[in-house]
């Protein structure tokens, strides 16, 4: 067999399981989506991937309940222990700490985003996407923004502190003002400390001093190239790649001086990972 096919086996069996979380994750189950033998199954999951099926799954798991975590206080910890499919907040701890070197009370106060990050990187998940490209004209929206600057594993931290904001202020009431990030610079070439990554509301006046560090911004109108990104946030950057290194040189079309951006159609923590959609724009003349 190819190693092509495996590709798409294994492509769909990771979108059976994210959409699943809470459903059946039987061995009989996941070898019936991958077709793999079971008697075989585990072995070849872990050679592809360097983690065990039941670690993946927990550590799925684990991901959506730190962003409960962090980003929704007002979620109990023993709800988002049995969400996860721990029977007691004692065991839900126990796991949380393993994998990440905090306890869920210590993350959501303070969440070590860098060791986070790196208890995801090494699971590499080789994805089969059909990409549809639009070209539209982009109407210019005035923003407030928070300008994170450093790694990129530290931008959930300045997304906690453009939330505050949005909340404190009340001028980029998310119900109603899109929300944007601007991604000034490839975070896989430029170093670590110099990344740059606007995280953005939508606003109608203007944005006074604040505490935050929040200011006004302009993302300016034209014509874009634009492309819908199901799932994990995370992997945007495929999409990024896509449009940049296959679809701009066979297009014909010319750059605009401004970077790509995103409009993200719904937020973490309330909608499940599969679920997310972000609408990536690459700003054309």
């Given at each position: 067999m190819s190693r092509k096919v495996y590709d798409e086996r294994f492509s769909r069996l990771f979108e059976y399981i994210d959409q699943n979380l809470e459903g059946d994750l039987s061995l009989d189950r996941l070898s019936d989506v991958a077709c793999l033998s079971k008697f075989h199954f585990h072995r070849l999951f872990s050679a592809h991937f360097d983690v065990s099926v039941g670690k993946y799954i927990q550590?799925?798991?684990?991901?959506?309940?730190?962003f409960r975590l962090a980003f929704y206080p007002a979620d109990k910890v023993i709800d988002i222990a049995l969400d996860a499919g721990f029977e007691t907040?004692?065991?839900?701890?126990?796991?949380?700490?393993?994998?990440?070197?905090?306890?869920?009370s210590e993350f959501r106060k303070t969440p070590e985003?860098?060791?986070?990050?790196?208890?995801?990187?090494?699971?590499?998940r080789k994805r089969i996407r059909t990409m549809d490209v639009s070209i539209v004209d982009f109407a210019p929206v005035q923003v407030a923004a928070y300008c994170h600057r450093g790694p990129i594993e530290g931008v959930n931290d300045s997304v906690r502190i453009f939330i505050d904001w949005r909340k404190s202020s009340g001028l980029s009431p998310?119900?109603?003002?899109?929300?944007?990030?601007?991604?000034?610079?490839?975070?896989?070439?430029?170093?670590?400390?110099?990344?740059?990554f606007d995280i953005c509301g939508e606003i109608d006046g203007e944005v006074p001093e604040n505490p935050q560090g929040v200011v006004?911004?302009?993302?300016?109108?034209?014509?874009?190239?634009?492309?819908?990104?199901?799932?994990?946030?995370?992997?945007i950057g495929e999409f990024v790649r896509f449009l940049y290194g296959r679809w701009l040189p066979e297009s014909g079309e010319e750059l605009r001086d401004f970077p790509v951006y995103f409009h993200y159609l719904n937020f973490i923590g309330e909608t499940p990972e599969h679920n997310l959609l972000t609408d990536v724009y690459l700003p054309l003349k």
């Amino acid at each position: 067999m190819s190693r092509k096919v495996y590709d798409e086996r294994f492509s769909r069996l990771f979108e059976y399981i994210d959409q699943n979380l809470e459903g059946d994750l039987s061995l009989d189950r996941l070898s019936d989506v991958a077709c793999l033998s079971k008697f075989h199954f585990h072995r070849l999951f872990s050679a592809h991937f360097d983690v065990s099926v039941g670690k993946y799954i927990q550590l799925a798991r684990l991901k959506r309940a730190s962003f409960r975590l962090a980003f929704y206080p007002a979620d109990k910890v023993i709800d988002i222990a049995l969400d996860a499919g721990f029977e007691t907040p004692e065991s839900f701890s126990r796991a949380f700490r393993k994998a990440f070197g905090q306890t869920p009370s210590e993350f959501r106060k303070t969440p070590e985003w860098r060791r986070w990050h790196d208890r995801y990187r090494h699971i590499k998940r080789k994805r089969i996407r059909t990409m549809d490209v639009s070209i539209v004209d982009f109407a210019p929206v005035q923003v407030a923004a928070y300008c994170h600057r450093g790694p990129i594993e530290g931008v959930n931290d300045s997304v906690r502190i453009f939330i505050d904001w949005r909340k404190s202020s009340g001028l980029s009431p998310r119900e109603r003002c899109r929300t944007f990030g601007v991604a000034y610079d490839n975070p896989e070439i430029i170093e670590p400390a110099d990344f740059r990554f606007d995280i953005c509301g939508e606003i109608d006046g203007e944005v006074p001093e604040n505490p935050q560090g929040v200011v006004k911004k302009l993302i300016p109108g034209g014509r874009c190239a634009v492309v819908r990104h199901r799932g994990a946030h995370e992997q945007i950057g495929e999409f990024v790649r896509f449009l940049y290194g296959r679809w701009l040189p066979e297009s014909g079309e010319e750059l605009r001086d401004f970077p790509v951006y995103f409009h993200y159609l719904n937020f973490i923590g309330e909608t499940p990972e599969h679920n997310l959609l972000t609408d990536v724009y690459l700003p054309l003349k």
